[in-house]
């Protein structure tokens, strides 16, 4: 059968019709389903074929030893990786006495539908066997975002011809094996087969699983129940060390149909004993067949419709970057939304990449998006920065250093990143973290938050760095030997980004511990340490070109050679793998954005003229080898007047993943680049800025873009912005409060139930527009698709 190339253009979801092998991996990522506690994969119902098998749990891993070829001090000597856990999705199925399997006998239809509204993937299959017996497919299967341990299969088997045997065998199997992630034996030894086996239980047509990781000890508990309907069946549940399994049989006339409904529930502990996370499990397990499939599916809905009602972004004009940006947002929600106190992993819960760990980027790109579409989520990604504190502590005492060190790379809170010059010494993760509680507190009004959770976060990390910098004889503050975010540059001083983020920490500190006394006296902040936090922020380096009227990346950045971009060939990029760092690391070529990153997240340090400048000098170094660059550059695109420029980042950031641009995906989504969609939308064409003058809005349509719209929730708010060419309209409502706003500077009051619309003024010529390096404008990257 025909299969197509790309996935189906829906609005409120994302398809994929016919059957494609090569592909198969790329699919299973795009269809995962998560609440951010449990994560599935959209691997098929049998199991098999399989690229990426995928069962996680939010903060399960195991433990292995990092070797180095030449160790040194405070390097970490234990590694973490995201493991399998006991899987409870898959479901076989045979025909008479032949396996379902697609590759086999002919395959009629087969469609897969990502629905974004129900949360819920769809499959529907048409299948023969070899022998000829015809049968018709249709499972649905939902990850709960209303009952967090749970998630829930509708599979529904049709005999098209008959009379035919079926049977069905329902599983949890541990200890599958993960894809490679470390060529060194000694890594991969204990990720071969994690689990020890604790215990098994089985009842009617349910069953319990107990395992222990055998390093991490961190205790497992999957329990499924079964409700059969449709059909006579006879049903039987068996279980050993790694399978639990029910088979149910059954003989089926032409016509006659076979529904069988799968809730599997899912705990994992270090702390409570192996029968509380049985009881924890079986508890869930067993509300879930109470409830059954279909209030299962209204509560999801019903959240969901909740979610979309505040926050969706309409794009009118274009079909594939509305499915694009409705994908982002869905995905970004699926990784916060139910993590409660545990990280947001690079990859979410999509697959094995980055070995599960998260990085600065979920502060720096996704906690803006949740702060103004899914607050909660946010508040409870930073309790769990906060609940590692003392990891993070002892981090900063290792390195000779005050204060906390949050880590580059972890799950648990402890560093897991070997390669310093672009690990440890990236210290501006800890005004990242900072920075979120900072806008958080500022878009949410919750200063409860701020007190119990911000100010912690916000003293330790102000104390790294007054301890991380220097004074020089002129009284100004350095901050030597650091690397900032482009990761073609590295062990820099004072590079702009880092020292306007550690700025804005400091004085964000200060003003918090003078809010929050008693917790500041709880930490022993003094009012002169405080004086010192603002005196220090005042005195912070922030380096300029006088020569070239620009500001620089970092110290002396302007002054280093470029890079030879038109020597470069198109097929030598990414540049890391085809060139050594250290060359890298002394020339100006930028990975992705930095200082333009610096422009947008800290704006009101730059003027106008000074933003435009600094963007055109740093397009033409800007390669982009990194998934996170686009969606930045398409903000500042707009910011300074280049919408065509800003439409064709937006468009490659809405397809990096969907397009898989950089044919990286089959281990999982970049959850902070489908961020960066949103920011590119909202921030970019709506011109949304946030500081601590409140919220400022510029926005402005861009072809092929002919209406746009967003919403965002702002204490206890939500404001919904409408965009037409000429004007736009600003509508508040879930309050009895006015909102003060800027519309193009002009500061106005949005009233409860008063639409208030605005009109846009004319875009003032931007001049001439910037040049990219040689093959990499997003024109060409997206012709090229790398």
Same mark, same amino acid.
């Given at each position: 059968?025909?299969?197509?190339?790309?996935?189906?253009?829906?609005?409120?979801?994302?398809?994929?019709?016919?059957?494609?092998?090569?592909?198969?991996?790329?699919?299973?990522?795009?269809?995962?389903?998560?609440?951010?506690?449990?994560?599935?994969?959209?691997?098929?119902?049998?199991?098999?074929? %399989?690229?990426?098998?995928?069962?996680?749990?939010?903060?399960?891993?195991?433990?292995?030893?990092?070797?180095?070829?030449?160790?040194?001090?405070?390097?970490?000597?234990?590694?973490?990786?995201?493991?399998?856990?006991?899987?409870?999705?898959?479901? /076989?199925?045979?025909?008479?006495?032949?396996?379902?399997?697609?590759?086999?006998?002919?395959?009629?239809?087969?469609?897969?539908?990502?629905?974004?509204?129900?949360?819920?993937?769809?499959?529907?299959?048409?299948?023969?066997?070899?022998?000829?017996?015809?049968?018709?497919?249709?499972?649905?299967?939902?990850?709960?975002?209303?009952?967090?341990?749970?998630?829930?299969?509708?599979?529904?088997?049709?005999?098209?011809?008959?009379?035919?045997?079926?049977?069905?065998?329902?599983?949890?199997?541990?200890?599958?094996?993960?894809?490679?992630?470390?060529?060194?034996?000694?890594?991969?030894?204990?990720?071969?087969?994690?689990?020890?086996?604790?215990?098994?239980?089985?009842?009617?047509?349910?069953?319990?699983?107990?395992?222990?990781?055998?390093?991490?000890?961190?205790?497992?508990?999957?329990?499924?129940?079964?409700?059969?309907?449709?059909?006579?069946?006879? %049903?039987?549940?068996?279980?050993?060390?790694?399978?639990?399994?029910?088979?149910?049989?059954?003989?089926?006339?032409?016509?006659?149909?076979?529904?069988?409904?799968?809730?599997?529930?899912?705990?994992?502990?270090?702390?409570?004993?192996?029968?509380?996370?049985?009881?924890?499990?079986?508890?869930?397990?067993?509300?879930?067949?109470?409830?059954?499939?279909?209030?299962?599916?209204?509560?999801?809905?019903? %959240?969901?419709?909740?979610?979309?009602?505040?926050?969706?972004?309409?794009?009118?004009? &274009?079909?594939?970057?509305?499915?694009?940006?409705?994908?982002?947002?869905?995905?970004?929600?699926?990784?916060?939304? /139910?993590?409660?106190?545990?990280?947001?992993?690079?990859?979410?819960?999509?697959?094995?990449?980055?070995?599960?760990?998260?990085?600065?980027?979920?502060?720096?790109?996704?906690?803006?998006?949740?702060?103004?579409?899914?607050?909660?989520?946010?508040?409870?990604?930073?309790?769990?920065?906060?609940?590692?504190?003392?990891?993070?502590?002892?981090?900063?005492?290792?390195?000779?250093?005050?204060?906390?060190?949050?880590?580059?790379?972890?799950?648990?809170?402890?560093?897991?990143?070997?390669?310093?010059?672009?690990?440890?010494?990236?210290?501006?993760?800890?005004?990242?973290?900072?920075?979120?509680?900072?806008?958080?507190?500022?878009?949410?009004?919750?200063?409860?938050?701020?007190?119990?959770?911000?100010?912690?976060?916000?003293?330790?990390?102000?104390?790294?760095?007054?301890?991380?910098?220097?004074?020089?004889?002129?009284?100004?503050?350095?901050?030597?030997?650091?690397?900032?975010?482009?990761?073609?540059?590295?062990?820099?001083?004072?590079?702009?980004?880092?020292?306007?983020?550690?700025?804005?920490?400091?004085?964000?500190?200060?003003?918090?511990?003078?809010?929050?006394?008693?917790?500041?006296?709880?930490?022993?902040?003094?009012?002169?340490?405080?004086?010192?936090?603002?005196?220090?922020?005042?005195?912070?380096?922030?380096?300029?070109?006088?020569?070239?009227?620009?500001?620089?990346?970092?110290?002396?950045?302007?002054?280093?050679?470029?890079?030879?971009?038109?020597?470069?060939?198109?097929?030598?990029?990414?540049?890391?793998?085809?060139?050594?760092?250290?060359?890298?690391?002394?020339?100006?070529?930028?990975?992705?954005?930095?200082?333009?990153?610096?422009?947008?997240?800290?704006?009101?340090?730059?003027?106008?003229?000074?933003?435009?400048?600094?963007?055109?000098?740093?397009?033409?170094?800007?390669?982009?080898? &990194?998934? =996170?660059?686009?969606?930045?550059?398409?903000?500042?695109?707009?910011?300074?007047?280049?919408?065509?420029?800003?439409?064709?980042?937006?468009?490659?950031?809405?397809?990096?993943?969907?397009?898989?641009?950089?044919?990286?995906?089959?281990?999982?989504?970049?959850?902070? $680049? =489908?961020?960066?969609?949103?920011? $590119?939308?909202?921030?970019?064409?709506?011109?949304?800025?946030?500081?601590?003058?409140?919220?400022?809005?510029?926005?402005?349509?861009?072809?092929?873009?002919?209406?746009?719209?967003?919403?965002?929730?702002?204490?206890?708010?939500?404001?919904?912005?409408?965009?037409?060419?000429?004007?736009?309209?600003?509508?508040?409502?879930?309050?009895?409060?006015?909102?003060?706003?800027?519309?193009?500077?002009?500061?106005?009051?949005?009233?409860?139930?008063?639409?208030?619309?605005?009109?846009?003024?004319?875009?003032?010529?931007?001049?001439?527009?910037?040049?990219?390096?040689?093959?990499?404008?997003?024109?060409?990257?997206?012709?090229?698709?790398?």
């Amino acid at each position: 059968m025909r299969h197509s190339s790309r996935f189906d253009v829906s609005a409120w979801g994302i398809g994929w019709t016919g059957w494609d092998s090569e592909r198969q991996a790329r699919r299973e990522s795009v269809f995962s389903l998560s609440n951010g506690h449990i994560g599935w994969r959209g691997t098929l119902d049998e199991g098999d074929p %399989c690229e990426v098998s995928g069962a996680y749990l939010n903060g399960l891993f195991e433990e292995h030893p990092m070797p180095y070829a030449e160790d040194g001090y405070g390097y970490p000597d234990v590694g973490e990786s995201l493991i399998n856990a006991p899987d409870g999705k898959v479901i /076989r199925l045979l025909v008479g006495d032949e396996p379902f399997d697609i590759r086999e006998g002919r395959l009629t239809t087969h469609t897969q539908f990502l629905d974004f509204r129900a949360g819920a993937l769809t499959r529907e299959v048409e299948w023969t066997s070899p022998a000829g017996r015809s049968v018709r497919v249709r499972s649905t299967r939902l990850v709960s975002l209303t009952h967090r341990a749970v998630a829930a299969i509708d599979y529904r088997v049709t005999a098209v011809s008959g009379p035919v045997e079926i049977t069905v065998l329902s599983e949890i199997v541990a200890n599958e094996p993960l894809p490679p992630v470390h060529p060194d034996d000694r890594v991969m030894e204990p990720l071969e087969r994690p689990f020890e086996p604790v215990d098994h239980t089985v009842s009617g047509t349910g069953a319990t699983m107990l395992h222990r990781t055998r390093r991490s000890g961190i205790h497992v508990a999957v329990a499924m129940e079964h409700d059969i309907s449709g059909a006579d069946a006879s %049903c039987g549940t068996d279980a050993d060390d790694d399978i639990a399994r029910t088979t149910v049989t059954a003989r089926l006339a032409a016509g006659d149909s076979i529904r069988i409904v799968k809730f599997v529930a899912h705990e994992w502990s270090d702390a409570v004993t192996d029968a509380a996370l049985r009881d924890r499990a079986e508890a869930a397990v067993s509300t879930a067949a109470r409830l059954g499939w279909d209030a299962l599916a209204t509560q999801q809905r019903a %959240c969901l419709d909740e979610y979309w009602d505040a926050a969706d972004v309409r794009i009118d004009g &274009s079909a594939r970057l509305q499915q694009a940006a409705r994908f982002a947002q869905f995905q970004v929600l699926q990784a916060a939304a /139910r993590a409660e106190v545990r990280s947001i992993p690079g990859k979410g819960l999509t697959g094995p990449g980055y070995e599960g760990h998260t990085f600065w980027d979920a502060e720096a790109f996704v906690l803006p998006v949740l702060t103004y579409t899914l607050p909660d989520a946010a508040a409870d990604a930073l309790r769990w920065r906060r609940s590692t504190l003392d990891h993070a502590r002892h981090r900063a005492k290792q390195l000779h250093l005050a204060g906390a060190a949050f880590p580059w790379r972890t799950i648990s809170g402890r560093e897991c990143s070997g390669y310093w010059p672009a690990g440890t010494v990236a210290f501006h993760i800890n005004a990242d973290i900072a920075a979120a509680v900072i806008r958080h507190v500022r878009a949410t009004g919750d200063v409860d938050f701020e007190g119990e959770v911000g100010v912690e976060i916000l003293v330790e990390t102000a104390r790294l760095w007054v301890s991380l910098g220097r004074w020089d004889d002129a009284g100004v503050f350095h901050i030597d030997g650091i690397t900032g975010p482009d990761e073609y540059s590295a062990l820099v001083d004072d590079n702009t980004f880092t020292n306007l983020a550690a700025q804005s920490n400091l004085r964000g500190a200060a003003e918090a511990a003078r809010r929050h006394p008693g917790e500041a006296r709880r930490l022993r902040v003094t009012d002169e340490e405080i004086g010192a936090w603002e005196v220090t922020a005042d005195a912070m380096a922030v380096p300029f070109d006088a020569q070239r009227n620009v500001h620089e990346q970092s110290a002396g950045f302007t002054r280093r050679e470029r890079w030879d971009f038109e020597a470069t060939a198109k097929d030598q990029y990414p540049l890391q793998d085809h060139f050594p760092y250290f060359d890298l690391y002394r020339k100006q070529v930028l990975k992705q954005a930095d200082l333009v990153l610096a422009l947008q997240f800290h704006h009101e340090c730059f003027t106008e003229d000074e933003t435009a400048r600094a963007f055109a000098y740093y397009e033409e170094l800007t390669v982009r080898d &990194s998934s =996170l660059s686009s969606a930045t550059q398409s903000v500042v695109a707009a910011w300074v007047g280049h919408l065509g420029l800003a439409i064709d980042y937006l468009t490659e950031a809405a397809t990096i993943d969907l397009d898989d641009l950089r044919d990286d995906i089959d281990d999982g989504l970049h959850v902070a $680049a =489908l961020a960066g969609v949103w920011t $590119a939308v909202v921030s970019g064409l709506g011109g949304m800025k946030d500081g601590p003058d409140g919220l400022a809005f510029s926005p402005r349509l861009a072809e092929p873009t002919t209406g746009l719209g967003f919403g965002i929730r702002v204490a206890g708010a939500v404001l919904r912005v409408d965009v037409e060419a000429d004007a736009a309209t600003y509508t508040l409502t879930a309050t009895e409060q006015p909102l003060r706003l800027r519309h193009f500077g002009e500061e106005v009051e949005v009233r409860p139930g008063a639409p208030l619309t605005l009109p846009t003024p004319p875009l003032a010529h931007p001049g001439p527009a910037p040049t990219q390096p040689r093959g990499r404008s997003p024109r060409e990257v997206l012709e090229s698709g790398a």
